[in-house]
């Protein structure tokens, strides 16, 4: 067996979560002027929150320390203890976020099984019960993921999000947003981040995947939701304190990350041809290999310095991200070419 080459010689494509910072957000970071969050005296924090607000066409945001409890506080804030929150059978709030919308807030989740993760307004809206029938568990909300992680990066249609935001605010039914991978769907689709949010009553947005930072998310809603929000989030141990050395590192992902993610969708289609999948279905920066011997792709890749994850014993992904340049993809696709 080959020795496996060293670190700095890896390529990770496991996820867009292990990137690292870079010199020049490391050096924002050790710049950031910084305060007691909790007591709302951060000045990186405050400037955070304000801009992504105005961003996403919201009156507020929360800085939260994962998307988990940005996703978590979010569904809390639309839905009350009994009630249920709607949505794919896939979504990351059910699937990753370990039962918590019904161990910490008592909020049950009932899912309906889509086309590959791609949002039916339609099949959605057929599902939601009235909050008014005392025989049934009411629907309170319903959340959508853009992108779609177990969809393979899928960016939900806008007529699809548009048609379901119509009936809802009809219907007395809110909207959550797993926006985690939201900023590539915007760069992918050139949807605007405001129409985004303006589709949604709360929406948690993720810096630590795509954008490149080592923590952090962000909650957008309104101001009095926020201001719940705050409340949540220290109940959850997630109040921090001189917490602008994160924030910093944010601002610089926007100022600097935020267009480079069409460099990792470029990426991500180099992959998707040279391995034999169609590249139609790929629309951001994951790459789905179904049908191939996942144990042994994943263990016959790490061997030769590749990184892979496997998310069912005939599935890989891979998903392209700041740590992985053009002769790094090349790489990774010659690598797996020769195993799959």
């Not at 709302?40 to 929150?49: K, M, Y």
């Not at 009630?83 to 309906?112: P, W």
């Not at 948690?204 to 926020?226: D, W």
């Amino acid at each position: 067996m080959p020795t496996p080459p060293p670190p700095a010689e890896l390529v990770d494509l496991r996820s867009d979560t292990v990137t690292r910072p870079t010199p020049g957000m490391r050096q924002a970071m050790a710049d950031a002027e910084v305060g007691d969050d909790v007591y709302g005296e951060d000045p990186s924090v405050n400037a955070l929150e304000e801009r992504v607000a105005a961003l996403f066409g919201h009156e507020a945001a929360l800085f939260v320390p994962s998307g988990t409890m940005g996703n978590q506080i979010g569904m809390r804030l639309v839905c009350e203890p009994g009630q249920e929150v709607l949505c794919d059978a896939d979504a990351h709030v059910v699937t990753y976020e370990m039962g918590a919308a019904a161990a910490i807030f008592g909020i049950s989740t009932r899912t309906v099984v889509s086309d590959g993760g791609r949002l039916d307004a339609d099949q959605l809206i057929a599902q939601v019960r009235p909050k008014t029938d005392w025989h049934l568990t009411g629907t309170a909300a319903i959340a959508v993921e853009n992108t779609h992680n177990r969809g393979g990066g899928l960016v939900q249609p806008l007529e699809e999000l548009r048609k379901l935001r119509d009936w809802t605010r009809d219907a007395g039914v809110a909207v959550h947003l797993d926006g985690a991978r939201i900023w590539n769907a915007h760069v992918a689709s050139g949807v605007d981040l405001a129409t985004y949010g303006g589709l949604a009553d709360t929406a948690s947005v993720c810096f630590s995947k795509g954008l490149g930072t080592p923590v952090g998310s962000v909650l957008v809603s309104s101001a009095e939701r926020i201001a719940a929000a705050r409340l949540w989030r220290k109940r959850l141990g997630g109040g921090m304190r001189q917490v602008g050395v994160l924030a910093a590192a944010c601002s610089y992902a926007l100022d600097h990350n935020l267009g480079r993610l069409a460099e990792d969708h470029e990426h991500a289609q180099l992959l998707a041809k040279r391995l034999g999948v169609d590249p139609a279905s790929v629309q951001t920066n994951i790459v789905i290999l179904d049908g191939v011997n996942a144990p042994v792709v994943a263990e016959g890749a790490k061997a030769q310095g590749v990184l892979v994850s496997q998310v069912s014993p005939r599935r890989i992904r891979l998903v392209t991200n700041l740590g992985v340049d053009r002769n790094a993809a090349e790489r990774a696709a010659d690598v797996l070419a020769a195993l799959v």
